[in-house]
T-cell receptor, first 111, second 114 residues
């Protein structure tokens, strides 16, 4: 079945540094979503990517969908302590019925 | 986005008992899902709750252990039956307006079994 992997598992950065998490799927994806979960909170939808090579920006966050539609990345510029949390990607396979969540990348930001 | 109310927020239960978790949405939604999340882990889909029919379960989850109801487009319940310590987890409901649409999650139910 479809598998979604994310690296790194953990990332500790100093406030102001950049951060990137990578998401890879074992199969081609029709679309991919990104979620953020704060400690003690529930996942919150950030964005959805559908087109090959698509790039979307939300303030300091940049999301990219790979040309082959099997990988994606989330880049945060100049991290802030409010960025702390776990970032999950979730992919929907071409023939999938439901999104499969990756294991997540836990981001810590040191002030 | 939809406002989702999930109850209870947490519970401590005895081994062998059952607990029913409720998920109420403030508007009609097409799809409702139930997930399990172990602390520090990812989300695992238990089942899709189908309105007026039996839920669609993912591999490793069965109806006898996790019966689900969805009597209308705004409400669903998940029962965790005959609980054991291995069932200690966070259970989350989510809703979306379609297969390719964003999911919105409830606050979750933190369940501990003694």
């Amino acid at each position: 079945g479809q598998q979604v992997m994310q690296i790194p598992q953990y990332q500790h950065v100093q406030e102001g540094e950049d951060f990137t998490t990578y998401c890879n799927s074992s199969t081609t994806l029709s679309n991919i979503q990104w979620y953020k979960q704060r400690p003690g909170g529930h996942p919150v939808f950030l964005i959805q990517l559908v087109k090959s090579g698509e790039v979307k920006k939300q303030k300091r966050l940049t999301f990219q969908f790979g040309e082959a539609k099997k990988n994606s990345s989330l880049h945060i510029t100049a991290t802030q302590t409010t960025d702390v949390g776990t970032y999950f990607c979730a992919g929907l396979g071409d023939y999938g019925q439901n999104f499969v969540f990756g294991p997540g990348t836990r981001l810590s930001v040191l002030p | 986005s939809a406002v989702i109310s999930q109850k209870p927020s947490r519970d401590i239960c005895q081994r062998g008992t059952s607990l029913t978790i409720q998920c109420q949405v403030d508007s009609q939604v097409t799809m409702m899902f139930w997930y399990r999340q172990q602390p520090g882990q990812s989300l695992t889909l238990i089942a899709t709750a189908n309105q007026g029919s039996e839920a669609t379960y993912e591999s490793g989850f069965v109806i006898d252990k996790f019966p689900i109801s969805r009597p209308n487009l705004t409400f669903s319940t998940l029962t965790v039956s005959n609980m054991s310590p291995e069932d200690s987890s966070i259970y989350l409901c989510s809703v979306s307006r379609g297969v390719n649409q964003p999911q919105h999650f409830g606050d979750g139910t933190r369940l501990s079994i003694l």
